[in-house]
């Protein structure tokens, strides 16, 4: 099937019992806390100044042009390990590359959106996807539903973790970079900007893992070892991040992912074509340190820690269903400030 279109994102099925409950999810910027765990703290001594920021609703492409332009600096200069929600309270580290001159004290810095707590120095410039995970505390509001069963499933999250899907911000608006990837794979458009490339190559990528860990839940296999699986260091199955090269599984974890592969071979063919090295992902997300309370009746607050990659609403997934209060009028007044 190489005519398929993706203008829309299918329903991805969970995992454990589907609820019924409903809640609101960030609706004051304070009910989604994220803290960065980072890799390492920096040394006192190097050419990188790191930077501790606590951001309030702001995105960290936008506190990265602010710290460039503080410290006086081009914003390629500026590193950071991952990208932070807007509409949350996020603590991160920034790295700036300043290797003479006087160290500015940027924790003078005044800005209504974020502020530095501490700075030091360090050898190493802070690149993505250097960091051990990040920590959550999410309050969930306006909860409706069946208790018993929310509790049910969190307690079973708890014990087996919930699959590891990409989250929908992987995919943009209505899911719109998974069609504009294929469009692109397809050369039906040409598309010069290489960031926007990379988005929905990365789409594209992570909508095909997705589907292999949906028909792993349908066929009751995604917790399980298939004969013939990859296993991670920690010894959970692991499914594809397509490109080229032989896909690494054998038996019937490989004939699984083959016709995972041969449902979107326009899009499987395309990152091929496009230089993608295949690599493999965890299908499980094991949530740390899971924790939860009921402040009030209609009130759900959940703490954790995931690993980085993984995404805070696979969990929340799996305990409810979630929206978010409409910010199109908000964001049409700052044209400026792009959201993550």
């Not at 920021?53 to 410290?71: I, P």
């Not at 539903?145 to 992987?170: C, S, T, W």
């Not at 493999?280 to 009130?299: F, G, N």
Request: proline share 6%; glycine share 8%.
């Amino acid at each position: 099937m190489t005519d398929l279109q993706y203008t829309t994102l299918p329903q991805w099925p969970n995992a454990y019992p589907v609820t019924g409950a409903s809640a609101t999810l960030k609706h004051l910027n304070e009910d989604f806390v994220v803290t960065e765990l980072p890799l390492q703290l920096p040394s006192g001594e190097g050419e990188h100044l790191w930077l501790d920021v606590e951001k309030n609703g702001a995105n960290t492409a936008f506190v990265a042009q602010q710290l460039a332009e503080a410290a006086g600096v081009q914003e390629r200069d500026v590193g950071y390990a991952g990208l932070k929600d807007r509409y949350a309270i996020t603590r991160q580290w920034f790295s700036i590359y300043l290797p003479k001159g006087d160290t500015p004290d940027l924790t003078q810095l005044q800005h209504p959106e974020f502020k530095v707590l501490s700075q030091s120095r360090h050898v190493k410039k802070l690149r993505p996807g250097d960091l051990q995970g990040n920590r959550f505390r999410i309050v969930l509001r306006d909860v409706t539903g069946d208790r018993p069963a929310m509790e049910a499933n969190l307690k079973a999250i708890a014990a087996h973790g919930v699959p590891n899907y990409f989250g929908a911000q992987r995919f943009g608006h209505d899911g719109g970079n998974v069609e504009q990837g294929r469009a692109m794979l397809a050369r039906e458009i040409r598309v010069r900007n290489p960031k926007k490339k990379g988005i929905y190559l990365s789409a594209v990528r992570s909508f095909v893992f997705n589907e292999v860990v949906a028909l792993r839940i349908q066929q009751g296999l995604w917790g399980k070892t298939l004969p013939g699986d990859v296993l991670d260091e920690a010894g959970r199955p692991t499914g594809p991040l397509w490109g080229r090269g032989r896909v690494s599984t054998t038996e019937e974890a490989q004939a699984l992912e083959n016709g995972v592969a041969a449902q979107h071979a326009a899009l499987c063919d395309g990152m091929e074509h496009a230089g993608l090295d295949q690599e493999r992902r965890a299908l499980v997300a094991s949530p740390a340190d899971l924790t939860w309370e009921w402040p009030q009746a209609d009130q759900l607050v959940v703490s954790f820690a995931l690993p980085a990659g993984n995404y805070a609403t696979s969990v929340l997934n799996e305990i409810l269903r979630t929206t978010e209060p409409d910010r199109q009028a908000e964001q049409e007044q700052e044209p400026g400030t792009s959201v993550s």
